[in-house]
């Protein structure tokens, strides 16, 4: 028996997933385990420090982000995967040699920015957060100097993450993050009585590292080696070359997420923290159903380039799949933004005003969750058909706006700091738009309308969803009751003993309560309607359950109908 146990588990680390549905399934739930991590890990920061002071830690990670973000990140999610994989089937010699000289180059520029940028943190946090007295920039300059050491582990993690998901080793990698969070959760626990707020700075560094060594291991019985070789072979020059407009297009991305620091710090020192905590929130779904698909399609999708059909059906099947999963996550975090916000961040110190303002930030963001997924998936594409640039100058005008109506909300409009997140929104929608029409155009039939069928039937469907929950909502909180806010101040209260079915959701059980009740009677309401509609995708969705748990008998459609074949082994594209 343990025996079996063992072999099975080695077995889950080193074997590969070979389809969409597998690997998809299996980035979900580390992703779900690391997101609950990130959120564990915001909470026990709202709970040793207030919103000023987390304002300043945020803040810090502005600038190493940016030289990581520039010089490295964006590199391994456009170019070195789809090369990498090329150069597997040409020879592993090869391939194991650019995966070692890309760490050498990566490291040696990182270093060279690095140190550069940390002689002058000082003069550019003077740009970056306006807004912060001298004080408190000096924190901020301070703590960044340290987190640069953090960002040096990533440099090697994010090659080895490359070179794993190119061989279809999922688990591993989706692990990384969940490590990362430990990191900062046990450093923020255990030094925050003693150092401030230079122990989760130590958290970081810790969990960077740990980040780094969980993939090591499987990334050297693969294959891969440190090589002391600088050498730009055609390998190297093709990540380059695909990986310039990718640069340039992380180049304005942390312009605009710069941008953000700018305007938040001269709203309040503490508007930086609710941006940040809203932001955390809504990443949780985006990176369950958005990014964790797109990752787990793009190799799939790259190895298809060369089959328009096949490309075409795994590509579309999958983003309808995607668009089913997350449009009604999105509608339940719009009703549902105030009780999901008292019940992660609510702390003695996390007081009322930051709860609201945290969830205007946190509804702003959920009208931009589905097309954020949507950009990520339809980037990829373009990626796996060796097309950097067209992605890049969308995101590039995409974010252009963004920043023009950063300015227009808050220097001109005065919105507070949800302005910043519905800016961002508004970007993402438009950048879906154009990546769906010009996908559509490149490889589909020129019938945008029906492409986007699916679609509408699913907001259709989550439009009413989302109605039911917020009559739910209001009906059983016996604050709106009380307050006669909503539709209850239409009614006549003397008539009603509304106590003897309302709950008092100022104790957190009872909040609780009525969040999951809320939830599951939308998401029954979705299933429903989705059923009436005949969407395919709701019976993709009920197979996809049935496989997770493990009961091969899962419905099927009146139709029959099979989700479209991700590759010969599997089919089943979400």
């Not at 999922?170 to 255990?190: C, D, E, M, S």
């Not at 359950?545 to 008998?553: E, F, M, S």
């Amino acid at each position: 028996m343990v025996v079996r146990l063992l072999s099975k588990g080695k077995k889950i680390f080193l074997d590969p997933q070979e389809s969409i549905l597998s690997a998809a399934t299996l980035i979900m739930f580390m992703i779900v385990a690391s997101r609950i991590l990130g959120l564990v890990r915001q909470r026990v920061l709202a709970h040793f420090f207030v919103a000023d002071k987390l304002s300043l830690f945020f803040a810090a990670f502005r600038l190493p982000d940016l030289v990581f973000e520039v010089l490295v990140f964006g590199t391994f999610a456009s170019a070195f995967i789809p090369v990498f994989t090329r150069s597997l089937r040409e020879g592993k010699d090869k391939a194991w040699e650019t995966a070692g000289i890309v760490v050498n180059i990566g490291l040696i520029v990182f270093i060279l920015f690095s140190v550069v940028l940390l002689f002058q943190a000082d003069f550019v946090y003077s740009f970056l957060a306006p807004g912060y007295s001298g004080e408190e920039r000096e924190v901020v300059v301070n703590l960044a100097r340290v987190l640069f050491a953090a960002q040096g582990f990533f440099v090697v993690s994010y090659v080895l993450t490359g070179v794993l998901e190119s061989l279809k080793r999922f688990l591993v990698p989706a692990l990384a993050p969940l490590f990362y969070n430990l990191g900062i959760i046990l450093g923020t626990v255990f030094l925050a009585p003693k150092l401030g707020l230079i122990a989760p700075v130590i958290g970081v560094v810790i969990g960077s590292m740990f980040h780094f060594l969980i993939q090591l291991p499987l990334a050297l019985r693969l294959g891969f080696r440190f090589i002391p070789l600088l050498k730009f072979t055609p390998e190297v020059k093709k990540i380059g070359k695909l990986a310039a407009p990718r640069v340039l297009e992380t180049i304005f991305l942390q312009i605009s997420k710069s941008t953000e620091l700018f305007f938040s710090s001269l709203i309040s020192v503490a508007a930086y923290t609710y941006y940040t905590f809203g932001n955390t929130l809504q990443l949780v779904p985006v990176g369950l159903f958005g990014t964790s698909i797109a990752k787990a399609a793009l190799p799939t999708l790259a190895s298809q380039s060369d089959s328009e059909n096949k490309f075409k059906n795994t590509l579309f099947s999958t983003l309808y799949d995607m668009c089913f999963l997350i449009i009604p996550i999105a509608t339940l975090f719009i009703v549902l933004r105030i009780p999901i916000i008292r019940l992660v961040y609510g702390t003695d110190i996390f007081d009322w005003r930051a709860t609201t303002q945290t969830g205007y930030v946190l509804s702003a963001f959920a009208l931009g969750m589905v097309t954020q997924s949507v950009v990520a998936l339809l980037s990829r594409g373009f990626y796996a058909l060796h097309d950097t640039k067209t992605p890049v100058l969308v995101s590039i005008i995409s974010t252009s706006i963004i920043i023009l109506l950063d300015f227009l909300f808050i220097k001109v409009l005065k919105f507070d700091v949800w302005g910043l997140a519905a800016a961002f929104s508004i970007g993402s929608l438009l950048q879906a738009v154009i990546l769906f029409f010009l996908m559509n155009r490149k490889i589909g039939d020129g019938s945008y309308l029906k492409m986007l069928k699916p679609i509408i039937k699913s907001v259709i469907s989550a439009f009413f969803s989302g109605l039911v929950m917020y009559f739910i909502l209001k009906f059983f909180d016996r604050s709106t009751w009380i307050k006669r806010i909503s539709f209850v101040g239409r009614i006549d209260i003397t008539k009603i003993d509304f106590e003897k079915f309302v709950l008092d959701t100022r104790y957190t059980v009872n909040l609780l309560i009525l969040t999951v009740i809320v939830a599951l009677a939308g998401g029954i309401v979705y299933l429903g309607l989705s059923i009436v509609l005949k969407s395919d995708e709701v019976w993709n969705f009920f197979r996809f359950v049935g496989r997770i748990l493990g009961n091969k008998k899962v419905l099927v459609s009146p139709k029959g109908r099979e989700p479209l074949s991700a590759n010969p082994i599997d089919n089943t594209s979400v």
